[in-house]
């Protein structure tokens, strides 16, 4: 694990405040003022540290990939794809609620690569060996050549002997958040809408034995 010591203390202080209810936005600002962070480190404590009973809860609601035999696996598409890129590229971090998140930060200007094609192809065949009885992957409307990645990503399906579907919607979010499936997302607010939750880059992570960041 890459420990940020020189997180620990401002991590410290935002666990203390959050945990007695002060709002996370001005918690973040104050403590990052007074330690005078970089804006990275500052990106680094917002996706990393949280209140301890929300940490909590989440980390209830995970299940691990060999947990998902026959199951509808519904997959939050650029944020998983983003995600597994990260891993690949070793821009990890480990958060409070067990989840990885990316520290890329380039959701809205997303492109398909060579990269797309590498991480999708470790995140089919994780899936294809953990047997879901059905993949959905969807993907934010909004976002550049959405339509032509969610067509090469079905195809790919098919390539991989998985029973699946994509989908292009204006509002991916609101469709996890109401779903009974288990959902694939490392998005807090998903996560915290949802029962099921599978973590597949950091089941991805383990497999290839990447080593995230990780602030104490």
Request: aromatic residues 6%.
């Amino acid at each position: 694990m890459r420990l940020l010591k020189n997180l620990e203390n401002p991590a410290r202080d935002v666990r203390s405040l959050l945990d007695r209810g002060y709002p996370s936005t001005s918690v973040i600002r104050f403590v990052s003022n007074h330690y005078k962070l970089s804006i990275s480190e500052r990106h680094l404590i917002t996706r990393a540290v949280l209140p301890s009973s929300i940490a909590q809860k989440r980390r209830y609601k995970r299940i691990g990939c060999n947990e998902i035999k026959g199951l509808e696996v519904i997959i939050d598409g650029y944020n998983v794809l983003i995600t597994t890129e990260s891993v690949l590229d070793q821009e990890i971090v480990l958060c409070d609620d067990g989840f990885i998140r990316d520290i890329k930060g380039v959701f809205g200007k997303y492109k398909k690569t060579e990269a797309t094609d590498i991480a999708l192809a470790e995140i089919l065949t994780l899936l294809s060996k953990s047997s879901p009885s059905i993949v959905l992957f969807l993907f934010d409307s909004q976002v550049s050549k959405s339509r032509e990645l969610a067509r090469y990503v079905k195809e790919k399906l098919a390539q991989f002997g998985l029973e699946g579907n994509t989908e292009t919607l204006k509002s991916v979010d609101q469709k996890l958040k109401t779903c009974k499936a288990v959902v694939a997302t490392s998005d807090g607010g998903i996560i915290d809408s949802v029962d099921s939750i599978v973590d597949i880059p950091k089941c991805i992570m383990k497999n290839l034995r990447t080593t995230p960041l990780q602030i104490k």
